[in-house]
């Protein structure tokens, strides 16, 4: 099925603290799950990919961790910045195909 | 090294009329999807092109068509405009087929159809 929920669809945080954002998805053959960064009246972004054979991966302040078993996978930014504050979707490929379904959308403020 | 361009940046349309997006891809690249991003959504997949043909469809009507030139440029034409189409179309480039490369996205077309 083509679903991914994602969660929360907001979060605040002081600046330095860590964000967590959460997504679901529905299809056991799906293998690679990317995150994106929007900013307002920008494109989307990759920050951050994972593949099916991993279980976590970080680049600096981001890293994205994978569970198969639950089928969900999360961003976490840590040590937030001012500029992190934008909307981020996580996506994935509908059944293991090169249809990406992306989720809502989790509108990240950090507040200073 | 240009990234993904799109032509128009922003296109008024009345309902039933007929409209046309352009793309250029990120250069190297040869594969091509179309995603409409309505207000406060994430972006919905239409359909993606490789090798001048469409390899994957999204769930949008026979209304959205596209092409894809031999240099790789796209284009996405919408038939019948319905207000509800009113919304960000968003062209990506990536490289090669049934691969989980990178897709670097173009800065889109806000496309108001009243």
């Known amino acids: 099925g083509e679903n991914v929920e994602q969660h929360p669809s907001t979060l605040s945080v002081q600046e330095g603290d860590s964000a967590v954002i959460k997504c679901t998805y529905s299809d056991s053959a799906s293998n690679y799950f990317p995150w994106y960064k929007q900013e307002l009246g920008k494109r989307p972004q990759l920050i951050i990919d994972i593949r099916s054979n991993v279980g976590e991966k970080k680049d600096q302040r981001i890293a994205v961790t994978l569970n198969k078993t639950a089928k969900h996978f999360s961003l976490h930014i840590t040590e937030t910045q001012p500029e992190d504050s934008a909307v981020y979707f996580c996506a994935e490929p ?3 195909t090169y249809k990406y379904i992306f989720g ?4 990240l403020k950090v507040l200073a | 090294d240009a990234g993904v361009t799109q032509s128009p940046t922003h296109l008024i349309k009345t309902r039933g009329q007929q409209v046309t997006l352009r793309c250029s891809p990120k250069s190297g690249h040869d594969t091509v999807s179309w995603y409409q991003q309505a207000l406060g959504q994430g972006p919905q997949f239409i359909f993606q ?3 001048e043909e469409e390899r994957q469809r999204g769930n949008f009507p026979d209304r959205f068509s596209g092409h894809q030139f031999p240099n790789y440029s796209s284009e996405l034409n919408v038939n019948a405009l ?3 189409d009113s919304a ?3 062209c990506a480039s990536s490289l090669g087929y049934r691969t989980y490369n990178e897709q670097f996205f173009g800065p889109g077309t806000r496309l108001t159809v009243l």
Request: hydrophobic residues 25%.
């Open chain 1, 94 to 96: 509908s059944g293991g």
């Open chain 2, 49 to 51: 092109y490789y090798e």
């Open chain 2, 82 to 84: 319905l207000l509800g």
């Open chain 1, 104 to 107: 809502t959308g989790t509108r």
């Open chain 2, 88 to 90: 960000l179309y968003l």
